[in-house]
């Protein structure tokens, strides 16, 4: 049994000038925002996607079908991923540098992390803590949000931006997440045509402790 998630969705509008800038510094540090467990995974070949989405799919379908509920899927899914993936070694399997995440969400933040946009959060959603549904928080520019907003219309996801001015991908279930990262394979040359990053150089008049948040629209 796959859980599923009681969520409106919607593809909200979204002013791009209110996307949130993210500094180089930041990615390379401590990360975005209040994730204390961030970690880089920037730099996702497509390739690599590919085999992340085949790799998950079949660890989704596997515990779903073993699944008696939704939370006996929860345990099957982690206890498999760590049967697949023991250690730390990263050429255990395609999933090997996602397994820091939730099973469920890595498919959605390696096409994202491909697309050039920063993933922050992610979450397969669970009952009892975390995020109430499947969530991924990230940052984006102009030119890659239009065409996020496409693969998520296409998958079935909602997207929201948030008041720090991050976007928020959401879904009823994470098989729309699956969808969501073929889809955004779909439109990869798209992608990889966009010239700007979405990480933007400190200007050397803004603190390295600012605790504020700069707009794209600041910018200009």
């Known amino acids: 049994m796959l859980p599923h998630f009681a969520v409106d969705i919607e593809i909200a509008e979204i002013d791009a000038g209110r996307l949130r800038v993210v500094w180089i510094d930041e990615v390379m540090a401590d990360g975005v925002g209040d994730n204390l467990m961030y970690e880089d995974i920037s730099g996702t070949t497509w390739q690599e996607v590919n085999a992340v989405i085949a790799e998950e799919a079949a660890l989704i379908d596997s515990a779903s079908l073993r699944a008696v509920d939704e939370d006996d899927f929860d345990r099957i899914v982690d206890v498999e991923l760590r049967q697949r993936y023991p250690g730390d070694d990263f050429d255990e399997g395609p999933l090997s540098p996602f397994t820091g995440l939730d099973a469920g969400v890595m498919s959605a933040v390696a096409a994202l992390s491909a697309s050039g946009c920063i993933t922050t959060t992610s979450c397969r959603g669970h009952r009892a803590h975390s995020e109430p549904n499947p969530l991924v928080r990230f940052a984006a520019d102009e030119e890659r949000l239009l065409l996020v907003q496409a693969a998520a219309t296409s998958a079935g996801c909602g997207l929201l931006l948030d008041e720090d001015g991050m976007l ?14 073929r889809e955004t394979m779909r439109h990869s040359d798209a992608f990889d045509a966009v010239s700007t990053s979405v990480a933007r150089q400190r200007p050397p008049g803004l603190a390295h402790d600012f605790l504020g948040t700069i707009r794209r629209r600041d910018l200009s």
């Open 168 to 181: 928020q991908l959401y879904a009823t279930s994470i098989l729309a997440f699956i969808d969501f990262a």
